[in-house]
């Protein structure tokens, strides 16, 4: 299991960063206006190192300004978290992602 950091919450965490094999992810469910739901996946980007030191102040706001690298998505019910689903989650659905 991996720590992670987390900003909006709805069942399951909808905006998450962790540092899984050296490299600073963040996982992103948004909110679908147009199908007035969440969807189903999270899409996976790479980080900037540069992101560490925003996320360590709790602003997410710089999200907004960064061109993301896409690494692609996973079913958010294969992601397996600890029992609170805020703090730990298991990194292992992310490999196919990173090789």
Known sequence: ???FQYVE????PR???LRYRGKLLLLQSAFDQARDQYP???NVYLLPE????QLASGSWKFLE???LEALGQIPIKSVRFDSSNRKELDP???DPLLR
């Not at 919450?9 to 399951?12: I, P, Q, S």
């Not at 540069?50 to 030191?53: E, H, N, R």
């Open 15 to 17: 905006t998450l960063a």
């Open 50 to 53: 540069s992101a560490k030191t």
């Open 92 to 94: 292992s659905i992310l």
């Open 9 to 12: 919450f709805h069942d399951v």
């Open 65 to 67: 300004d960064l061109r």
């Open 1 to 3: 299991m991996v720590s």
């Open 40 to 42: 189903s996946d999270y």
